[in-house]
């Protein structure tokens, strides 16, 4: 990790993520994310990790910061929550798997508290579970919120539509790729 010119802790948690945080908030962004990636090395994967320290950086960079109130713990505990209710994480059918009592007995927190902290993050952040902001990517292209789209007054999933109408959504940052360009 290092401060970079504009006061900022830039932070590489995989080749295609960087989050940048408040000189103000390094320390706190620290201690959160090393908890986090403990939990996300035992029990989780880089891709969840990634989308974890992706939500303790937004919390970091809100005026105020959420994360100056209350402990570390929880803070990690919440955001590993929030993001895996957004992706299902309790559904034995994902992988990997992991059910809210293993993350607050991991973190020594009551599961009360971890759930409001949770909440408390998911309406910060606008998070759902079918918020394609919040999907992990592995997960967009079967995220059906991610592919509805109005057109010409009417709601439709794009996937089904010309690569052209796809092409123009993709150009207008609508969807996240062109689904007619990827192989199946």
Same mark, same amino acid.
């Given at each position: ?40 090395? $035992?029990?989780?994967?880089? !891709?969840? @990790? ?13 005026? +105020? &910061? ?48 971890? $759930?409001?902290?949770?909440? !408390?993050? @998911? ?13 992990? +990517? &592995? ?46």
């Amino acid at each position: 990790m290092r401060i970079n010119k504009d006061g900022y802790l830039s932070t590489h948690i995989l080749v295609m993520t960087t989050e940048k945080i408040p000189k103000s908030m390094a320390d706190k962004f620290a201690a959160i994310t090393a908890l986090t990636d403990s939990f996300c090395e $035992q029990h989780l994967n880089d !891709e969840y @990790r990634s989308m974890i320290h992706r939500v303790v950086g937004v919390l970091a960079r809100k005026r +105020p &910061s959420p994360l100056l109130k209350g402990r570390d713990n929880v803070w990690a505990a919440a955001a590993i929550h929030a993001v895996g209710r957004t992706n299902f994480l309790d559904d034995p059918s994902q992988s990997p798997h992991c059910k809210p009592k293993v993350i607050y007995e991991f973190f020594g927190i009551a599961e009360s508290t971890g $759930q409001n902290k949770s909440k !408390e993050i @998911r309406d910060l952040l606008n998070m759902g579970p079918m918020s394609s902001d919040w999907t992990l +990517p &592995s997960r967009l292209a079967d995220n059906p919120m991610v592919w509805m789209l109005q057109v010409n007054g009417l709601i439709v999933d794009i996937r089904h539509e010309s690569l052209e109408l796809q092409q123009a959504a993709y150009e207008q940052g609508l969807i996240p790729f062109i689904p007619a360009k990827v192989e199946k």
